[in-house]
């Protein structure tokens, strides 16, 4: 599986003719940036930023790469990618597999250089590289982000992924405080969208925390969610270690949603579990500002984002 994932990034980063844009009924503005339309493909697909254009042209809104960490990493031993299609989902235990932040920064600068950058935003997912010790953790994630600032449109910090050890750790009020201020410190004014991407495990209380402090930094929003390490919905045959993604993802995803709404306004990215319009209609009406897919675009393809968008009157902004 991660051979085919492979193979199909490569063949659209060959995909050069950009298709009609979006009409501009669908646009959004969020956190001061320009949506052509709402649905996004969710980082971990496009890990290294090579098919940019090619996301565009299949019909998306934006566009955010990674997880990138500071350092490149192999990620997990193989096979670490399984797909459950009676379920259209997906098991990963991939563990941040990427280039590090200079290649991937190097090959974007290029792309800008060479009028190879898409006119949808690109979002920048960063996260903790396996060898950085927790207790250094926000230094690692300074690294990433000074090396790949400007770069994106908005940045991402991912710190809900279950497949690098101790990274969920990070959602704690204290440790996510302390790399964001870090960030901030570093960057001065004016300052890029930030949002935190958020677990659909955690604790309501934790979840609330997590919250208040993004209101208390005055981030851009919330990316909700990341997989999940509940895996009571699937058959025990088809189990195994890893965050699982897709349509099972779909209830805890949308509940995590309506927490959020309820204690803020804050922009939220919904992700999880969203594989057709109705779906898709559903988060809008639970307070999404923008939906982002993944694996339902693995099962249904580019016809997806179109479907959704022909039902945007259904949706609400």
């Not at 060959?14 to 501009?24: F, N």
């Not at 497949?163 to 890029?192: F, H, S, V």
């Not at 949308?254 to 209609?281: F, H, K, M, N, Y």
Request: charged share 20%; glycine share 8%.
């Amino acid at each position: 599986m991660t051979s085919a994932h492979r193979w199909a990034v490569s063949c659209l980063k060959k995909t050069t003719d950009v298709l009609a844009g979006s009409p501009p009924l669908l646009a959004r503005l969020v956190a001061g940036v320009h949506f052509p339309n709402p649905i996004g493909l969710a980082a971990g697909m496009d890990k290294n930023g090579v098919a940019l254009l090619a996301w565009e042209a299949l019909g998306f809104g934006f566009v955010e790469i990674g997880t990138i960490t500071a350092y490149p990493q192999p990620g997990n031993p193989q096979p670490r990618l399984f797909r459950l299609p009676e379920q259209e989902a997906l098991i990963n235990r991939l563990g941040f597999n990427n280039e590090g932040a200079i290649a991937i920064a190097r090959r974007l600068k290029e792309m800008k250089e060479k009028a190879r950058w898409p006119r949808i935003p690109v979002g920048i997912n960063i996260g903790k590289s396996r060898v950085t010790p927790t207790s250094e953790a926000a230094k690692d994630y300074l690294m990433s982000f000074q090396t790949l600032y400007g770069l994106g449109d908005y940045y991402v910090l991912n710190v809900s992924s279950p497949n690098t050890p101790g990274l969920r750790d990070l959602q704690g009020k204290e440790a996510l405080a302390t790399i964001i201020k870090t960030l901030r410190d570093w960057e001065g004014t004016p300052q890029k969208p930030l949002f935190v991407k958020v677990a659909p495990d955690l604790a309501e209380e934790d979840l609330m925390a997590v919250v208040e402090l993004a209101e208390e930094e005055k981030l851009a929003g919330l990316i909700a969610t990341n997989t999940t390490l509940d895996h009571t919905m699937l058959p025990p045959s088809k189990d195994q270690a890893g965050g699982l993604s897709g349509r099972p993802l779909r209830i805890k995803s949308l509940e995590t949603l309506r927490l959020i709404r309820r204690q803020t306004a804050l922009p939220v990215i919904a992700c999880g579990g969203i594989d057709d319009a109705a779906s898709a209609a559903e988060r809008f009406r639970a307070g999404a500002h923008l939906l982002q897919i993944y694996t339902s675009f693995v099962y249904q393809g580019p016809a997806l984002i179109r479907e959704m968008c022909a039902h945007l009157d259904c949706f609400s902004s």
